[in-house]
Every structure is written in structure tokens, then in C-alpha cells.
């Protein structure tokens, strides 16, 4: 190895991994869904924050749409 490195001469280079990043968000979650989520992941040994991100990815994957149906109002 040398002793120094001239890295002034290196192009730079794009993350590759840039678009696989993971965006932090700050969630209201109910405390019953936590629960579930938590006991899921002690389970399998998998972090709940993850199984959580996996299951929207596969949400995400099988184009599942929320049907809401809120009362009317009168």
C-alpha cells in the first residue's frame, strides 16, 4: 500500500444503492397495530419496523386498494 493516496484525481461516482434507500417517516399508529406488529416480529425474529415495510411492499406489489366507506353524514 503507499502511504498517501491523491484522491483530488478521482472522478466522482453516484451511489449505486441511492434509489434502494430507505426514507424515515414518522407514523400515528394505533397501539393495538404496534402490538400486533411487535408480536409478529418476536416471532420471527425479523425488527417490527420491517415486517411493517414489508407488508406495505407487498401492498405495494399486489396493487391493493383501501376501500373506505365512511358513514354519511344525516
Excluded at 2 to 9: H, V
Excluded at 49 to 68: E, G, P, T
Excluded at 69 to 74: E, L, Q, V
Aim: charged share 25%; proline share 5%.
Amino acid at each position: 500500500m503507499k502511504a498517501e493516496y491523491d484522491f483530488s484525481t478521482m472522478k466522482a461516482r453516484k451511489n449505486p444503492y441511492a434509489s434502494k434507500l430507505k426514507k424515515p417517516v414518522t407514523m400515528r399508529l394505533s397501539e393495538d397495530v404496534v402490538a400486533y406488529f411487535k408480536a409478529m416480529a418476536a416471532e420471527s425474529g425479523v425488527p417490527y419496523q420491517s415486517l411493517i415495510n414489508l407488508y406495505l411492499r407487498d401492498c405495494l406489489a399486489q396493487n391493493r386498494r383501501v376501500q373506505i366507506k365512511w358513514p354519511s353524514a344525516g
